[in-house]
């Protein structure tokens, strides 16, 4: 029995053959160690994992020359992932990994503050590691829940169940609570023999095992990865004989974190994961010689080797016992090892279970083409699918979302043309994934203005003197509020082979923020973000590259926090004494919680006072009204009988409105006018009131009625670069984003687009977005000497996009620092003016308190 053939039966690749060797819990695993020259050792780890991709759970390590400097950790994360999801052989179960996500992120993943009680370390932790948990498993039976979200929001089963199926599966999704098993490994078996009787216990004991030496967590890590894979392979899948998964270490004679997996594996197996039922089949591979263990033996001779060496270990353990056992590394030359496959696939006779499975796939059959009719019936567009009310998807222009919405046809048309002209080059996908739908008609307007400034940065990226490689750009619908955002990314990644990069995010949602998560860490997709604001959705100054929370993430909008700190130096009495602070506090929305934080900062930072006591309201969805009118009513009031002038707003721009509508009608002589400081969904809110309203935040002195402004930091503003250039001449941060946005406005007519509106700054931002995505493969491309980059190599280059690489956006110049935040972004500071009604630039503010001067070199400290 030669290399191929022992593999194969190792992994169980013909299921319906009796296996000649195997992993048993009486023998356990060994690992297999195969030694040869470089070129010989990287041909055959290429050929086995492409000829496996697909058919088991597999990882796909980088060479030792490619690999970057991780540790031990960060390559067991690196095997979970390949092992996990990404690796899920067709129409199977993805293994997943609670165990070790919450080891890992106990040991690896959690910061603990200093100034915290125990208590408050142990609570912030035993959530840490249920959240873990439960991300792990999200990914168990995906394409079943959506279809139970479908089912549970089908009009025509809503109507003859009155309900009841919703509520069953609600009530099914309340009651369930994943991380218990999980936790009961813990206590039983993971971290001692006697069972740990609370969760609380067991919380100390992780706490205490971060204090052990690295040699003791990474066994755990590895025990726990070990009881995942054995969970995953319960019985029934043992009775259908699922293949094994494999788990490859090449070139453990040069790199020190697989050298040290191969030995923690090696006493795992020998440890407390001795008993189990399944084990994976690790492989790892180095140089001949490198090792202090017996000889190699002959790859020909394998599946011999093999037997006799769990023949020997259990003589040892049995017949002489006390006497060591033969090691479980077992060294294999590749010297002379023939590279086929032999007849390993060739076709054998049906047995009973491969006979029983013809029938039921005759059966199948039979249904196939009512199944592909009610498939057909399930789409809404040639690439698009229903997911509940949504129709997600990604559109290459052909399909059109909000065809009533005036010029999104002509846009979508503009679209699929330029796709059609680049389709026959190499070229890179490039993805805009912002919700598609929506029945309030400023929204709308803001999704037609963002597709515009996706369009108008292709068109550019396009031109014939444009570096390669050209952009096929698609249209991403995630659903309302990113609800729908796995479904929408399953199809894009089917139908965009080509995919590099996926841009823009326009809502700071939780929902947004997993989707974010999913491309960057599942798929490893590059993203550029737009007007997703909240702190949280930016990769912290202070963390390594290895442990950012969106690894290859650029940002061409600063955070909420850096525009609120922007506005109020730019006008020193809005952080006053004399404020009031109205905030929502409804969960998931981190746009509102990042804006609270900014400006409980600037009214504590006042010595004098900090004004009137936060007012909190919770409203029930972006643009839901609730009975908000009346509790903003009595804010109002509240707000007339203090001192506060300057109010800070940490809402929404439709709460917003009926906020200032109610500051508006609310009697109070002793105040002439009210400003409102708010954050960049503002950008809508001149395009929300109505002719009479606007009249309404005039005020009327005479019946003592104060007249009303808002300010905000926006995101853009086509007049940001004239009105500085009139007040401090032409230096380079200006000239070269006033030029970009001459030539923007110059492609809106040489396009055909018409009258397009750049003061909310939608369609400036989207077109920085995609701008900068542009950047990006173009740089990778020519650092590679490449026409199509690849996404790790797209990654490669973010980091370097500043000083001479800077981007000239016509939103400013974007200056990305090394975890791609945009350093010192400028911020235009709008205000609607209550007293004419008019809304224009009031400044152009900046985070570090004044322009860039050394032209857009990223310092040491910049954070």
């Known amino acids: 029995m030669g290399l191929d053939d022992a593999l194969g039966d190792l992994v169980i690749r013909n299921r319906f053959r009796r296996r000649a060797v195997k992993f048993t819990r009486r023998t356990g695993p060994l690992v297999l160690q195969l030694e040869g020259d470089d070129a010989e050792i990287r041909t055959w780890i ?52 609670p165990r070790f996500a919450a080891v890992y992120d106990a040991f690896f993943a959690w910061r603990p503050g200093q100034e915290h009680s125990d208590a408050d370390l142990n609570d912030e932790l035993e959530k840490r590691v249920k959240k873990a948990i439960r991300e792990a498993k999200k990914d168990v039976l995906p394409e079943w829940r959506e279809r139970a979200e479908q089912i549970s929001n089908d009009p025509y089963l809503e109507k003859f169940f009155g309900g009841l199926i919703t509520f069953v599966l609600r009530a099914f999704g309340w009651l369930r609570f994943p991380h218990i098993r999980t936790i009961n490994w813990f206590r039983k078996k993971g971290l001692r023999e006697q069972p740990i009787r609370t969760t609380q216990v067991l919380i100390n004991e992780l706490r205490r095992w971060r204090e052990r030496k690295p040699e003791e967590k990474y066994l755990l890590l590895i025990r726990a990865m070990l009881a995942d894979i054995d969970t995953h392979y319960g019985f029934f899948r043992r009775l259908n004989r699922a293949r094994h998964p494999v788990i490859l270490l090449p070139e453990v004679d040069k790199v020190p974190a697989r050298r040290i997996l191969r030995d ?46 769990f023949d020997a270990r259990e003589a040892a353990a049995h017949i002489y016992p006390g006497m060591p056992l033969p090691g479980r590394l077992l060294r294999i030359s590749l010297e002379g090892c023939a590279q086929g496959s032999g007849d390993q696939r060739r076709i054998r006779p049906a047995g009973p279970v491969s006979a029983a499975i013809m029938s039921v796939a005759l059966v199948a059959a039979a249904a196939g083409s009512g199944l592909y009719s009610w498939q057909q019936f399930n789409r809404c567009g040639e690439r698009l699918e229903w997911a509940g009310d949504d129709c997600v998807g990604a559109s290459d222009g052909k399909d059109v979302f909000l065809p009533d919405v005036e010029g999104m046809p002509e846009i979508f048309a503009l679209i699929a043309a330029e796709n059609a002209h680049v389709q026959t080059a190499r070229h890179a996908t490039v993805a805009l994934m912002i919700p598609m739908e929506s029945d309030v008609a400023a929204v709308r307007q803001q999704i037609l203005a963002e597709v515009r400034g996706a369009y108008l940065a292709q068109h550019r990226a396009n031109r014939p003197e444009a570096a390669a490689p050209p952009i ?72 390594k590259p290895g442990e950012y929370p ?43 919680a990042s804006l609270r934080e900014a400006f409980n900062e600037a009214r504590m930072s006042r010595k004098k006072g900090v004004g009137v006591q936060e007012m909190q309201f919770k409203s029930k969805g972006l643009e839901t009204v609730g009975n908000l009118p009346n509790m903003f009513s009595d804010f109002a009031r509240n707000i007339c009988e203090s001192n506060a002038r300057y109010v800070y707003f940490a809402g929404r721009a439709f709460h917003l409105k009926l906020f200032i509508q109610q500051l508006a009608g609310v009697y109070c002589r002793d105040k002439p006018s009210y400003t409102v400081i708010t954050g960049s969904d503002a950008t809508t809110i001149a395009s929300r009131l109505t002719d009479g309203e606007r009249a309404m935040l005039r005020g009327d002195p005479g019946i003592g009625r104060p007249a009303v402004s808002v300010e905000y930091a926006a995101p853009a503003h086509p007049d940001a670069w004239t009105t500085e250039v009139d007040k401090v001449g032409l230096p380079g941060y200006l000239a070269e984003p006033r030029q970009a946005m001459t030539e923007l406005r110059q ?36 650092i590679n000497n490449t026409e199509l980059p690849s996404t790790a190599q797209v990654k490669e280059s973010l980091p370097n996009l500043n000083a001479a690489y800077r981007v000239p956006g ?43 001067k050394n032209n857009c070199v990223v310092p040491q400290d910049a954070s």
């Open 550 to 592: 969106f690894p290859g993430l650029a940002r061409v909008v600063s955070t909420a926090k850096e525009q609120a700190t922007a506005l109020l130096k730019s006008d020193p009495r809005l952080a006053g004494s004399e404020t009031a602070l109205v905030t929502d506090t409804r969960p998931n929305d981190n746009y509102n």
């Open 46 to 97: 290429k050929k086995f994992h492409a000829e496996y991709t697909g058919v088991l759970p597999i990882n796909e390590p980088a060479p030792a020359d490619q690999a970057p400097p991780w540790g031990v950790a960060q390559e067991l994360l690196e095997i979970a992932r390949r092992c996990g999801y990404d690796g899920r052989p067709a129409f199977r179960l993805p293994i997943v990994f």
């Open 472 to 543: 096929r750009l698609v249209l991403v619908n995630p659903g309302r509020d990113y609800r729908q955002a796995p479904r929408a990314i399953k199809l894009l990644l089917e139908q965009e082979p080509n995919l590099r990069v996926v841009t823009d995010f326009n809502l700071s949602l939780d929902a947004t923020r997993a989707a974010m998560s999913n491309l960057a860490n599942k798929h490893k997709i590059p993203l550029v973000a737009g007007l997703v604001t909240s702190g949280d959705f930016a990769n912290p100054e202070s963390a």
């Open 264 to 309: 923690v594996f090696l006493t795992a197996c020998d440890d407390a994961s001795r008993d189990l039922r399944t084990y994976p089949i690790v492989i790892t591979t180095s140089a001949p010689d490198k090792a202090a263990q017996d000889a190699p033996v002959r790859a020909a001779e394998l599946g011999t080797h093999i037997r006799n060496r």
């Open 747 to 782: 492609d809106i007519v040489d396009t055909g687009l018409g009258d397009v509106n750049l003061e909310d700054g939608r369609t400036i931002i989207a077109h920085d977005v995609v701008l900068t995505a542009a950047k990006e493969l173009a740089k990778a491309a020519a």
């Open 810 to 852: 016509a939103s400013g110049w974007i200056c990305l620092t090394r975890a791609g935040n945009p350093y010192n972004k400028p911020v235009p500071v709008v205000r609607l003016d209550g007293g004419s009604g008019k809304v224009g630039l009031k400044a152009v503010a900046w985070p570090q308190g004044g322009p860039p």
